[in-house]
């Protein structure tokens, strides 16, 4: 069974850090890797898809890692801006399936 | 192009009140699927359902759940004789097929409060 989990679960930081959100999960046999963002009240926005053959995947100020061997993604967003603050979410996917991790709520202080 | 629509955005029952959840999928799309939110956790598979078949339920409890994906209309969720601890936010995502790296599009969830 997939277990996926996301370290911390908050972050506040001032506007223009840089931020690092970490995910990891338990099975390596994964299709692929996606990070999400999610607005309150609102669904779930797609950001990144790493295929499992890849490394990494970039998007503006978003670029997300993908480790497979040791279990690990990694999202970078560079130069916080108020506009990030958010729920994250990892998840790993296998087949149509998708095992999300409980998320990190970022909160980017003007 | 409309995304993946739910309604209601919320939903009050009293324990043993039946609650139905709509899910319209994107215009292209015929794989649903349904994904429940509980409080500090993160999203859980619940049902996987083409267009009249259900294709992988094993998320899905076993008693008072049930889903549906008919060939007009949209998906629904329903869920009997619902319970305090039903509540939650219910996710419906669609993708256009089913392959190794097919995005799903999610939509805006729905609210379920059990008093």
């Not at chain 2, 619940?46 to 294709?55: A, F, P």
């Not at chain 2, 008919?70 to 419906?92: H, M, N, T, W």
């Amino acid at each position: 069974k997939q277990e996926v989990t996301q370290i911390p679960a908050a972050l506040s930081v001032p506007e223009g850090e840089n931020l690092v959100l970490n995910c990891s999960f338990t099975d390596s046999a994964i299709y692929n890797l996606q990070w999400f963002r999610q607005d309150p009240g609102k669904g779930l926005t797609s950001l990144l898809l790493i295929q499992s053959s890849q490394r990494e995947q970039t998007s503006g100020r978003l670029n997300a890692s993908l480790d497979k061997s040791s279990g690990r993604s990694t999202l970078y967003i560079a130069a916080s801006q108020p506009g990030d603050s958010a729920t994250y979410l990892c998840a790993a996917g296998f087949d149509y399936k998708l095992s999300f991790g409980a998320g990190t709520t970022v909160t980017v202080r003007a | 192009n409309a995304g993946v629509m739910q309604n209601p955005r919320h939903l009050v029952r009293r324990r043993g009140q039946e609650a139905r959840l709509r899910c319209s999928p994107m215009k292209g799309h015929s794989h649903v699927y349904w994904y429940r939110q509980l409080p500090e956790e993160g999203l859980k598979f619940m049902v996987y359902l083409q267009k009249e078949n259900i294709i992988d339920e094993s998320g899905m409890p076993k008693e008072r759940f049930s889903a549906e994906f008919p060939k007009e209309g949209p998906s629904i969720l329903r869920i009997q004789q619902v319970v305090r601890g039903d509540s939650a936010a219910y996710f419906c995502a669609s993708s256009r097929d089913r392959g190794r790296d097919e995005k799903l599009f999610f939509g805006s969830g729905t609210q379920l409060s059990v008093l």
